[in-house]
């Protein structure tokens, strides 16, 4: 990792900067966590609209560090979530030995460095993924949104991008696109019901509208599906365990009739 001291934290950039104002908050949230200076550092200089940067890559083994050494749950559940969003957003999943848009970063610090970044932050990642067990243990007693986003972050870990970016951006609503006629259907829970149903429009600015459908799945047969849908049972997540048979399984297109395989239109989104 990056020591404290090293001139490389200037040169790796942020979604506002410079990140060298980064280890100073990665040592404070190491001698002491806490939670508002760790909200700073995510939201000012690792993670912007599903996107991070170079000085990303090398905060994390840090973080990392701290989740696996803390005895708080609430801390190691904190910083899962965090580094599982993060790992989430990364768009260079089988780049080696770094990503290549850090072209001009290794012009000035050299490739060795940027390798090293890269690797440790791999290294971390895969550490980190293997307290998932303890981490939905404590996010059990949780409700619904927390455990939601544990089960962003594990998805992520287990290198499943998509599935994690799916759940990070649709929670009860669900938009799908029609592969033949191209629209958009609007996937809603029905709570009398205990159903999804699927409109032509966005229902919350066309009331009233038809609703059609969804046919659910009997049994999941895709592997992402089995093992989502063994883990939403083991954190007893209801909302996913409602909706999951749905998004797994068909609706008929609203616009042109054509059947639209639910799973396959949302993971395309990503």
């Known amino acids: 990792m990056l020591t404290w001291t090293s001139d490389i934290w200037g ?4 979604p506002y900067g410079s990140g060298e104002n980064v280890p100073v908050l990665l040592q404070q949230l190491t001698q002491k ?6 909200d700073e550092l995510f939201e000012e200089y690792l ?10 890559y090398a905060a994390v083994p840090y973080l990392v560090q701290i989740a696996c050494s803390t005895q708080n749950p ?28 850090w072209t001009a970063l290794a012009e000035q610090v050299g490739a060795s460095i940027c390798e090293e970044i890269y690797s440790e932050y791999i290294k971390a990642i895969s550490e980190i993924a293997l307290l998932w067990e303890e981490v939905f243990a404590y996010a059990h007693t949780l ?29 009860d609503e669900y938009i799908v696109a029609c592969p033949l ?11 009398k019901h205990r159903c999804i149903e699927a409109f032509a429009q966005d229902p919350i600015f066309e009331e009233g509208q038809k609703a059609y459908p969804v046919i659910p799945i009997a049994k999941f ?13 083991m954190i007893d997540e209801k909302r996913l365990a409602r909706d999951l048979p749905y998004l797994a399984g068909e609706v008929n ?14 993971l395309e989104h990503f």
């Not at 040169?11 to 942020?14: A, F, P, S």
């Not at 966590?33 to 760790?38: F, G, K, P, T």
């Not at 870990?157 to 951006?169: D, E, F, K």
């Not at 297109?253 to 949302?266: E, F, K, T, Y």
Request: proline share 3%; with cysteine; hydrophobic share 35%.
């Open 221 to 233: 047969l895709d592997v992402e599906q089995v093992i989502l849908s063994e883990r939403v049972i």
């Open 74 to 101: 609430e801390v190691r559940h904190n910083l899962f979530i965090t580094c599982g969003v993060i790992e989430a957003s990364r768009n260079d999943h089988k780049t080696e030995p770094f990503p290549s848009g």
């Open 143 to 171: 409700d619904d949104s927390e455990k939601h986003y544990v089960l962003v972050a594990d998805a992520a870990y287990r290198g499943s991008h998509q599935v994690a970016n799916m759940l990070m951006t649709f929670v």
């Open 33 to 38: 966590y806490d939670q508002e200076i760790a």
């Open 11 to 14: 040169k790796l950039m942020g």
């Open 47 to 56: 993670f912007h609209q599903n996107t991070i940067y170079t000085v990303t």
């Open 253 to 266: 297109c609203p616009s042109c009739g054509m059947d639209i395989q639910i799973w396959r239109a949302l």
């Open 181 to 191: 006629c191209k629209q958009e259907s609007y996937l809603w829970p029905n709570d």
